[in-house]
């Protein structure tokens, strides 16, 4: 590999507006306003008063008394509001030579069945995981290490294996994105969801658009002909 694009999944490779974690509780047969158990959980793992897998199996719970099953989760994947753009983005930057990742705090299995047969584009993936049953529901989720802090971490994994930080590029959206940029690589945001989009210590570019396609330009130019 020599050169790389690192993509979050929700709100990046999705529409705007679309969170996983929020439609999954809804699936679950839960509420997700004000003081719903979701927005609390998560509030409190943000707080620091417990560690993300302990976030997950807290979820994980909840998921499984309202009988979340695996048809549930493909399904809310394939309906995910879609970004405009996906399958032409990803083809070119393939085609420039680019090594393409996910790196996101969402589900393997949903971002799996929202690409359908775009995931061939990526060379990893890398998102928490959901254990089903037997009968399908699910059992436990396997936290992902690279959300947060560790979206960082594995920027810096790729540099250590020898890719010059030059030639990554991260793309995210969110609060969850925005340790990247201490690892000293590019950092665009698309359609943020995040106040600090216009602070360039985070985000170098902030691009708002309804199609992934607007990335394009930040990243192919007139140098990309230089090796
Ligand atoms: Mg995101």
Known sequence: MEKVIVFDFDG?????GANVWKTLWEMAGYP??????????????????????KWCDLTCEYFRKGNLNSIKVSTTGAILPRIKGIKNTLEVLKSKGYDLFIVSGSIKQIIKSYLKENINYFTGIYANNFNYDNNGIIESITATPFDFDGKKVFIEHLINSGIKKENIIFIGNSYNDE??????????????????????SIWHKA???????????????????IK
Do not use: M, W
């Open 12 to 16: 990046t490779l999705t529409q705007k």
């Open 179 to 200: 340790k990247v940029s201490s690892a000293g690589v590019k950092t665009i945001c698309i359609n943020p969801e995040t106040k600090n989009f216009n602070d360039k």
């Open 207 to 225: 691009i708002i658009s309804e199609s992934l396609s607007k990335i394009l330009p930040e990243i192919i130019n007139e140098n990309e002909n």
């Open 32 to 53: 997700t306003g004000e003081g719903s158990t979701y927005r609390n959980l998560f509030r409190d793992y943000i707080n620091g008063e417990y560690s993300y897998q």
